[in-house]
């Protein structure tokens, strides 16, 4: 079984986060990066238990510049063979999706894994547009999955409750928790993960992105907390009756 | 010209999330000068689908083939790009709720139509298409331009709100070729009757201060007195005192609620990403010093044992 996990390169989660140059972009300042966290923890452990239990290879992609080496080196520690770096900026999700595909479509992957969403561009978007660019099945937010020769059953969350389907490969799903249990690379997995090959290719030039970010900026402050006393309750639900007009 | 709502159906019954998604495109499609249409695809009550005229949609069009119930976004997203290029839409709007995730991205790149998802605001017009939209897990807003001749937007659940503006909707029947589906549903689980949590107006939410699954009967009975979801702490989620759905933050899921009540939880960045964008937040902590304060507009600094059981009375008492 052939496998792709797509991974990208987030702010860590617990970075400040403000802007520069006119709010036009994002300020690096004293900002740390890390894999996105639904990528490594579960789009990426998932793909290797499949290979673990069914043989084959997980390949790992990126979309972007040698700043994306480490989470690249770190995702083979974990246990993926090889990986591929698309050497572009990632303009926008479509221009990721469309280098991808690009990449993808002549190399039979049975399976290819994003995660839920990036937490700096919160798109959920990716896998969505790379299943349409290579006209596959594509399965979003994926809690379970389990896979028997060339048919997969699998877990979905949906509004207010859950839908098990199955789906013959190829097809493409979003990661959501629950499809794996996170895994911290082992001095054994970093040493071996020296030896992978992490093979950088150029970007396609006929693509372009879409849509662009104009400015940034941040959420509306919130005023001060009113604090109302613990044996005072009833005035707290009036508060939430009458002023934040809330219940 | 047309905007194009993007209707969701379940059991022949418009979903509430379509609502907001209707008022949505009508704005916009007064922003445009245009008219705003629905589209819905499966089986649906001819009465629901005219209803969406109070949200402001001059006209309803209706795909009624019981292929399309279930959400194969392969198949789907076909139907719609035809529907689309046939009604001569420009601007096609999602809610970016599950069907949204996984419809929008796939017409997007069907219609080579730049997409923004997650958006909090109506387009800005004069001159070019920006829309603004929720970054960095709400640590910050992005305005984004789309600078395609065609628009996909999803909006962010709650974030615009349902508008009535009255009339009534013409529901037109259309045909379309319905590929035949790869993926078999083979069982559909409601968790309850409750009220899902990516819809929620009012959302109870518990965290690690509650020392065990046994203590959630006061949480739940708080939502239940308020017609409210509840939701949980990673930290929660993690040792599965509470299903995986409910996990809210960064790493779960980005709620907007009209008020979100947080008892024993305490506000570390990664779960504030996830529902700071609240319009009313309530902290309930025994701690006076956890952070959650400074993000709260209202808080209790108190036992939760204590305090949840009188606010549940003080509730009963007001909901009579
Ligand atoms: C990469 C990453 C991503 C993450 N993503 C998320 C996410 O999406 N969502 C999320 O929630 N977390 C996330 N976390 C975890 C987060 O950092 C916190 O660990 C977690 O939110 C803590 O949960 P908690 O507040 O329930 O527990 P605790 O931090 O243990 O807090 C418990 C609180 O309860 C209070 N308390 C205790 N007893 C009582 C009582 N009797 N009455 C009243 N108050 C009481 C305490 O004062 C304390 O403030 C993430 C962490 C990382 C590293
Ligand atoms: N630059 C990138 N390179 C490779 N994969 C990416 C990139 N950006 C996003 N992805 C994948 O797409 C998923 C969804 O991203 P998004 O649509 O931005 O929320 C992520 O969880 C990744 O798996």
Known sequence: ?247 | MAVIAYIELSGNKVKKASLETASYAAATAQKLGTEAIGLALGSADASELEALGKYGLSKVVHVNNAQLDNLDSRVQSKVVADQMNALGGKVLVFSHNYTGKALAPRLSARLNAGLVAGAVALPETDGGFVVEKTAFSGKGLAKVSINSDLKVISIGPNSFGVKEVGGSAAVETADAAVEASSVTVKETVKLSDKIPLSEAELVVSAGRGLRGPENWGMVEEMADILGAATACSRAVSDVDWRPHHEHVGQTGLAISPNLYIAIAISGAIQHLAGVSSSKTIVVVNKDPEAPFFKSADYGIVGDAFDVVPKMNAALKKLKG
């Open chain 1, 1 to 247: 079984m052939k496998i792709l996990v797509c991974i990208s390169k987030v702010p860590d989660t617990t970075s400040k986060i403000a802007f520069t140059d006119n709010n036009t972009k994002f300020s690096e300042d004293g900002v740390t990066y890390i894999m996105n966290p639904t990528d490594e923890w579960y789009a990426l452990v998932r793909g290797v238990e499949l290979k673990e239990a069914h043989g084959g290879s997980v390949t790992v992609v990126c979309v972007g510049d040698s700043s994306n080496d480490q989470i690249i080196r770190k995702s083979l520690a974990i246990g993926a063979d090889d990986a591929v770096r698309i050497d572009a900026q990632p303009d926008d999700s479509y221009f990721v999706a469309a280098q991808i595909a690009n990449y993808a479509k002549e190399q039979g992957f049975d399976v290819i894994i994003t995660g839920k969403e990036t937490i700096n561009y919160n798109g959920s978007v990716v896998g969505g547009m790379l299943a349409e660019l290579l006209d596959l099945p594509y399965v979003a937010l994926v809690t379970k999955m389990d896979i028997a020769g060339n048919e997969a059953t699998i877990e979905r969350e949906i509004e207010g409750g859950k839908e098990i389907l199955s789906v013959p490969t190829p097809f493409v799903i979003s990661a959501n928790k629950g499809l794996a249990e996170q895994r911290i690379p082992n001095m054994r997995g970093i040493m071996a993960a020296r030896k992978k090959p992490l093979n950088v290719i150029p970007a396609d030039a006929g693509i372009s992105a879409n849509t662009s970010v104009v400015s940034y900026s941040a959420p509306p402050a919130r005023t001060a907390c009113k604090y109302v006393d613990a044996d005072n309750v009833d005035e707290l639900i009036r508060l939430l009756h009458e002023e934040a007009k809330a219940i």
